[in-house]
């Protein structure tokens, strides 16, 4: 059974740094693209960045310099770090798993879901 588990969420203050990860079990992890995804209250789930098995890697214009999506194959465990964070990018994150080559950056690529981690970014 696919699980992925994020962790790592919680309170900053802005200019602050986090670092969020998502342990995958039940899936060959370095087979799958993985991407991190976050969702505000009233607001629309859009995409932050996403980590193909190779390496090569997207983002969002708006966490470009900012984030920076890694992945370890062995730990098969898929990190963001997140640097500069602004009360704007206070949301639940979350990670997901695609198995479909493609782009990243839709959600209809994406077959897995975690339950997400909460980001909270104070002014």
């Known amino acids: 059974q696919v699980q992925l588990v994020e962790s790592g969420g919680g309170l900053v203050q802005a200019g602050g740094s986090l670092r969020v990860s998502c342990a995958a079990s039940?899936?060959?992890?370095?087979?799958?693209?993985m991407g991190w995804f976050r969702q505000a209250p009233g607001k629309e789930r859009e995409f932050v960045a996403g980590?193909?098995?190779?390496?090569?890697?997207n983002y969002a214009e708006s966490v470009k310099g900012r984030f920076t999506i890694s992945r370890d194959n062995v730990k098969n465990t898929v990190y963001l770090q997140m640097n500069s964070l602004e009360p704007e990018d206070t949301a639940v994150y979350y990670c997901?798993?695609?198995?479909?080559?493609?782009?990243?950056?839709?959600?209809?690529?994406?077959?897995?879901w975690g339950q997400g981690t909460q980001v909270t970014v104070s002014s």
């Open positions: 980590i193909r098995g190779g390496g090569f890697t």
């Open positions: 997901a798993a695609s198995s479909v080559i493609g782009d990243t950056s839709y959600d209809y690529n994406y077959k897995y």
């Open positions: 039940g899936l060959t992890f370095s087979a799958y693209a």
